[in-house]
Every structure is written in structure tokens, then in C-alpha cells.
């Protein structure tokens, strides 16, 4: 199988505000494609379509929307229907985590986390499939995580969202691939991003501190091989693979490393 053409393609990305989304877009810039940003921050969004158009992408556009919310979402999509007709390439980034204690977290923080981070990606899935049979070499990119491998401790809700987008990536890849349409699933450690300042709850601090993250830069610049080379699930991050790596090898050593926070 040859490398997929990026070249010219029309691409939406969710999340694409800032952080991971943002660098992607940049990222994306040289293959001179048409690009739909989503996200709340429209500010943030038009700064970031006046930078790439700049670089030199065929067009760009901006749609400020909640992806958490249906209506928005089918607006979304009609939107590309009547636009471009077909989609090439959907990114589904969006994604929000809190801290704390599962004990002390509620009900809403865990129904907001999983609207954000499950729900959003797979109903802008189902609902942008007859788009992508429509494209050329279609792929949808899901930005999960490591902790969709691995859970730890004041991140219950975040890593129950990233195991069950995980869970949900690899059992339609056979049924989208019918269709010709591949799937990626990013699963990055720590990124130095603005994530974590914008936690829609923060019980506690984190009792193993900051971690060592990996510039959002490179992350795009993996991912955007990744889509080329038609791959299955990348690990941007070293740290955040060779954490995947002992816990696959010898989970009773990670379990004996998170008891030390519980």
C-alpha cells in the first residue's frame, strides 16, 4: 500500500484551538489543504486561520461549536455536506480531563468528561461516514491516550473515556474499512500543552507532580506520518509507550508503583 496523499485534501479537525489540534493544523499547512477548525474559541480559532493562511493552505474556515452538543454537530456536518461535498480526513481531538478522588468527583464531572472525550467522536463519526465514502483514501484519527491503556489514580474519569474510545476505535476499524476508510488512534503521554490548565475540576494536586511532556509539535509531526503511512495506533510519546510497554509486560510492578498514591 503506497503512502496516503494528504496534498489538497479536506480535513476537519475538533480541539483545534490550541494544543494538539492547533499544532496538527500547522503541521497540515504545508500539504496545502482545505481545513475545518472546530472548537468553543472563536479568538483563538481566527488567529489561528489568519497564521495559516499565511502558510499557504488552500482555504480555511472556522465553526465555533460545543462538540458535546448534537445539534451542533449535525449543523457541523451539514456544513461540509453542502461545502465541500465529501471529507477526507476527520480528526476527533476534543477532549477535557478533571482531578480528584473518584469518591469525591460527581456524576456531572463524569458525564461532561465522557460527552467531550467519547460521545462527541463517535456520534461525529457515525454522522460523518457517508462523508468519508465520499473521499479520497479517507482516514479518521481518534487522539485517545495512554491512559486508555492504563488507568492511574485522580484521573478515573479521563481514563475511563480514553479505554472506552480505545474499546470503540478497534471494533468498528473492520466494519470502516468495508468502506475503505482507515483509523488512527493517537495515544500520546504528557504533552506541554495548555490541558491542564483548563481542567473542569481539580480536587487535588497530582501527588507524583509535573510530568515530562513532549513539545505538541512533534506529536503533529507523528501524526501526520502516521496518516501517510496508514498506520493502525501511534505512541507519540516514548515515556507514555514504555509506561504501555511494562504495564503489558509486567502490570503487577505498575500496580506496585500507583499503590504508593492511592
Known amino acids: 500500500?503506497?503512502?496516503?496523499?494528504?496534498t489538497d485534501r479536506h480535513i476537519l479537525i475538533t480541539g483545534a484551538s490550541s494544543g494538539i489540534g492547533a499544532a496538527l493544523a500547522r503541521e497540515l499547512a504545508r500539504y496545502r489543504p482545505h481545513l475545518l477548525l472546530v472548537a468553543r474559541r472563536q479568538k483563538q480559532l481566527e488567529a489561528l486561520a489568519a497564521e495559516l493562511r499565511e502558510l499557504g493552505v488552500s482555504s480555511v474556515h472556522v465553526f465555533v461549536a460545543d462538540v458535546a452538543d448534537?445539534?451542533?454537530r449535525e449543523a457541523l456536518v451539514e456544513h461540509i455536506r453542502q461545502t465541500w461535498g465529501g471529507l477526507?480526513?476527520?480528526?476527533?481531538?476534543?477532549?477535557?480531563?478533571?482531578?480528584?478522588?473518584?469518591?469525591?468527583?460527581?456524576e456531572q464531572t463524569l458525564r461532561r468528561i465522557m460527552e467531550v472525550n467519547l460521545?462527541?467522536?463517535v456520534e461525529l463519526t457515525r454522522l460523518a461516514i457517508p462523508l468519508l465514502r465520499a473521499g479520497q483514501g479517507p482516514m479518521v484519527v481518534n487522539v485517545g491516550s495512554i491512559l486508555g491503556h492504563r488507568g492511574?489514580?485522580?484521573?478515573?474519569?479521563?481514563?475511563?473515556?480514553?479505554?472506552?474510545?480505545r474499546g470503540w476505535n478497534e471494533a468498528?476499524?473492520?466494519e470502516l474499512r468495508r468502506d475503505?476508510?482507515?483509523?488512527?488512534?493517537v495515544s500520546p503521554g504528557t504533552t506541554d500543552t495548555e490541558f491542564f490548565e483548563h481542567l473542569i475540576s481539580k480536587q487535588v494536586q497530582l501527588p507524583w507532580g509535573k510530568s515530562k511532556g513532549i513539545a505538541?509539535?512533534?506529536?503533529?509531526?507523528?501524526?501526520v506520518c502516521g496518516i501517510e503511512r496508514g498506520s493502525r495506533e501511534i505512541f507519540p510519546n516514548w515515556r507514555g509507550r514504555l509506561f504501555v510497554m511494562l504495564n503489558c509486560y509486567c502490570p503487577w510492578l505498575v500496580d506496585r508503583l500507583l499503590r504508593r498514591y492511592g
Not at 1 to 6: E, P
Not at 216 to 223: G, S
Open 1 to 6: 500500500m503506497g503512502r496516503r496523499v494528504i
Open 70 to 72: 448534537s445539534e451542533a
Open 88 to 106: 477526507d480526513l476527520l480528526v476527533n481531538n476534543a477532549g477535557i480531563s478533571a482531578h480528584g478522588r473518584f469518591e469525591d468527583s460527581t
Open 119 to 121: 460521545f462527541a467522536a
Open 152 to 165: 492511574i489514580p485522580f484521573n478515573s474519569e479521563y481514563c475511563a473515556s480514553k479505554f472506552a474510545l
Open 172 to 174: 468498528i476499524r473492520p
Open 180 to 185: 475503505g476508510i482507515d483509523l488512527l488512534l
Open 216 to 223: 505538541p509539535e512533534q506529536v503533529a509531526e507523528q501524526i
